[in-house]
């Protein structure tokens, strides 16, 4: 890519992602608390029923329009995928990037979902975390029709079609993927890091850098003790909490990162941090000499989503594209611009194909995306990531108190 900013670090600059100062899951702050608080307060909407389904979709037509929200830096500039689905399919499209933090947007959404209203949007991307399940819980976001998804039926991975927080792919379809593992600057570390241990070693005391999200340390936290964070007890958070407030109290942290993180890694003001895969490859690509890991006890794996809003005015367009972006062909596309971790394999074999084309400075960048598991992790690396523990509102209460404590002392 010849790109003046790498697409990780410009989205870094305008917003929470890649991966944030207002913070991507559960907004650290009251404001982000508030906002999860206001989202739930309606009834909870029930599995949706297999004939209520079928009848939703029946009534519903193609309009040859789509509306699709997203992320900063989530499309290539030309929106060269997008003018292609538009000439295949003839619908028309506006693809606005709106969305900066998801506590942020659900807060937006939540009032006028709850009235019944349209959001204007047809297709909107959140990551799993509090606001996604909140979605899911509230009935405000449409279940789709399988029958509608060839495409992502057929070439999404595995892994990718049995998630915890949306099991069988009733609500969402992934859009792209992410690691949280560590990473270190080999011209100060001169060891070959693998646990999630050296985060808590006397000897790097000053120079660790972790992340001041609640879910993001606490999984951390959790992996330290050997715990499974999917699986965590209220008993687990405080013993993680306890962890992470020693190694706070040891002097051992320099400092609580958002997305800046990068930088003091780069820079050498930390040696050793937490941190987010997109983040480190794009610094990899540049030359710098930044290493990561996915540690031995484990990292974490979070995904951006695509869904469709409850009354949202094209729903039939919105699923053909959601769908049309599993293309193979059309996946590599965006996963060479995103540049973090595709949910459709053949990717990595078209890039291969691609690369064997290509000559100098293009066909470097290629080679490393194809040899990267940060785009894309082996089998042992899959086996070792975990998501979030799902919170129940009230679970909200005890969980992020625990870890805020921690970060924000």
Not at 203 to 218: C, F, H, L, S, T
Not at 221 to 250: H, I, V, Y
Not at 377 to 386: M, V
Not at 387 to 395: D, I, M, N, P, R
Request: glycine share 8%; hydrophobic share 40%; with cysteine.
């Amino acid at each position: 890519m010849n790109r003046s900013l790498n697409p990780a670090l410009l989205r870094g600059m305008t917003q929470a992602r890649t991966r944030r100062d207002a913070f991507r899951i559960a907004g650290l702050s009251a404001a982000g608390l508030a906002l999860a608080a206001c989202g739930v307060q309606g009834k909870k909407a029930e599995a949706p029923k297999t004939d209520a389904v079928k009848d939703y979709w029946a009534k519903q037509t193609k309009h040859g329009r789509v509306v699709f929200a997203n992320w900063p830096e989530y499309m290539p500039e030309d929106q060269a995928p997008l003018k292609k689905f538009q000439q295949a399919t003839g619908i028309s499209y506006q693809y606005k990037e709106v969305i900066n933090e998801n506590a942020e947007f659900f807060g937006k959404l939540d009032p006028v979902l709850r009235a019944g209203q349209s959001s204007g949007f047809d297709i909107v991307v959140m990551t799993n975390g509090i606001q996604l399940q909140h979605m899911i819980e509230l009935g405000y976001a449409t279940p789709l029709d399988h029958a509608k998804m060839p495409n992502f039926l057929a070439n999404a991975g595995d892994k990718y079609k049995e998630r915890s927080y949306d099991p069988g792919n009733v609500y969402t379809m992934p859009y792209t993927s992410g690691v949280t593992g560590i990473a270190y600057n080999t011209k100060y570390v001169d060891e070959d890091i693998k646990s999630i241990g050296s985060l808590f070693d006397p000897k790097y005391k000053g120079r660790v850098g972790m992340m001041n999200d609640a879910q993001e340390i606490a999984n951390f936290g959790m992996f330290a003790l050997g715990l499974d964070p999917e699986k965590s007890t209220e008993a687990d958070w405080k013993q993680a909490g306890e962890k992470l407030k020693a190694q706070r109290d040891a002097g051992i942290v320099r400092k609580y990162y958002d997305q800046s993180y990068i930088d003091a890694v780069s820079k050498g003001d930390v040696w050793i941090s937490m941190a987010w895969s997109g983040d480190v490859f794009q610094r990899q690509l540049a030359g710098e000499p930044v290493k990561f890991v996915v540690p031995e006890e484990g990292g974490t794996i979070w995904t951006d989503n695509m869904l469709i809003p409850k009354n949202a005015a094209n729903p039939v367009d919105a699923i053909t594209l959601m769908d049309y972006l599993y293309q193979p062909a059309v996946a590599a596309e965006l996963d060479e611009f995103i540049q973090y971790v595709t949910p459709v394999p053949a990717v990595q074999d078209l890039l291969r194909e691609k690369a064997t084309k290509a000559t100098g400075e293009g066909k470097q960048s290629l080679d490393q995306m194809v040899e990267s598991p940060l785009m894309f992790p082996s089998e042992a690396e899959y086996a070792k990531l975990r998501t979030y523990v799902k919170l129940s509102t009230a679970q909200e209460q005890v969980f992020n108190p625990i870890f805020q404590s921690i970060t924000q002392a």
